[in-house]
């Protein structure tokens, strides 16, 4: 039996074998590649002026709340987290303020180092261990919105804003 089994293992034949093909930069033009990054490109690029072709945009553009048209009151430390898709209204991640507002007030409460880093690191470990909480808003409604959602999160939030806050602290990503 045991000739059968070695003579079963050593008939293995290369299609049983995972293939892995090996892409080389420098070697000639692979038709497959080239045809999906035309399909890429259809898809996500306006072909029709050659200066979009270098920057990859999406087909619709999104205006951002730091926009000339957008309303003023967005114009503060969350400009990047509002998208305009209909006129007025916008998506937001009301989990991001929340966490932004209380990872700064533990991490000096707590005496650790408040250097973006390390603020910017709190907010990502926090986040990650957070579902986000995306809404829908209008021009003038984020803000009720953020205190509602800030007292109904409060507790699961500063439970996650304080574990990140620890790591940080013992395990900064710089020197100082």
């Known amino acids: 039996m045991s000739i059968n089994h070695t003579n079963?293992?050593?008939?293995?034949t290369i299609d049983e074998q995972p293939s892995i093909s090996i892409v080389d930069s420098h070697s000639e033009k692979d038709p497959v590649a080239d045809l999906i990054r035309n399909q890429l490109?259809?898809?996500?690029?306006?072909?029709?002026?050659p200066e979009k072709e270098s920057k990859p945009t999406t087909t619709a553009p999104i205006k951002?709340?730091?926009?000339?048209?957008?309303p003023s009151h967005k114009e503060n430390s969350m400009?990047?987290?509002?998208?305009?898709?209909?006129?007025?209204?916008?998506?937001?991640?009301?989990?991001e303020p929340i966490v932004r507002k209380k990872a700064s007030d533990y991490m000096q409460s707590l005496g650790m180092c408040t250097c973006n880093r390390c603020l910017v690191d709190t907010m990502a470990l926090a986040l990650t261990n957070l579902p986000a909480k995306y809404v829908v808003v209008r021009d003038n409604s984020f803000s009720p919105l953020l205190n509602y959602y800030s007292d109904k999160l409060e507790g699961e939030v500063t439970i996650?804003?304080?574990?990140?806050?620890?790591?940080?602290?013992?395990?900064?990503?710089?020197k100082d």
Request: aromatic share 10%; charged share 30%; hydrophobic share 30%.
């Open 8 to 12: 079963i293992d050593n008939e293995k």
């Open 41 to 49: 490109e259809e898809e996500f690029l306006d072909t029709s002026s």
């Open 64 to 70: 951002t709340a730091s926009s000339t048209d957008a």
């Open 79 to 95: 400009d990047s987290l509002f998208v305009e898709q209909e006129e007025g209204y916008y998506y937001v991640n009301v989990m």
């Open 160 to 174: 996650q804003v304080i574990k990140a806050c620890m790591l940080v602290k013992d395990h900064p990503h710089h």
